[in-house]
């Protein structure tokens, strides 16, 4: 099963910023939209953003609103999580999943995992003092 590839975690104190990087093969992102999802320590894993094919109106869970930003750079099959002012509670090991959908005209709900064909492994980020 082809496979997306994350990297850009690390540790970073809190109020700090990474950014997360997601790629794969072609065929992979020009399937459908692309998402982020995180799972902490003892926790489910949980939504993150989604952003679709021609990148129009992503969607963001609420708990990360306003703090980061996805994007998308099709030519290089390369998606980004752009996290700013990070908190505690944003510690997880963040993955990348492709082959949902959003329509032509945004993304408008969060996407149920279930959606996406294609994950990555994961990156460890870790917001601490």
């Known amino acids: 099963q082809a496979r997306l590839i994350e990297s850009g975690g690390g540790l970073v104190q809190p109020g700090g910023s990474l950014r997360l990087t997601c790629s794969g093969p072609?065929?992979?992102?020009?399937?459908?939209?692309t998402a982020w999802f995180r799972q902490a320590p003892g926790k489910e894993r949980e939504f993150v953003a989604v952003?679709?094919?021609?990148?129009?109106?992503?969607y963001y869970a609420d708990s990360v609103k306003g703090r980061f930003t996805v994007s998308r750079h099709n030519a290089e099959n390369t998606m980004y999580l752009q996290m700013n002012n990070l908190k505690a509670e944003d510690t997880a090991v963040y993955y990348c999943?492709?082959?949902?959908?959003?329509?032509?005209?945004?993304?408008?709900?969060?996407?149920?995992?279930?959606?996406?064909?294609?994950w990555g492994q994961g990156t460890q980020v870790t917001v601490s003092s």
């Open positions: 072609g065929h992979i992102f020009s399937s459908g939209s």
């Open positions: 952003i679709g094919t021609i990148a129009v109106r992503p």
């Open positions: 999943a492709a082959g949902g959908y959003c329509s032509s005209v945004g993304c408008y709900s969060e996407p149920p995992e279930g959606d996406f064909s294609s």
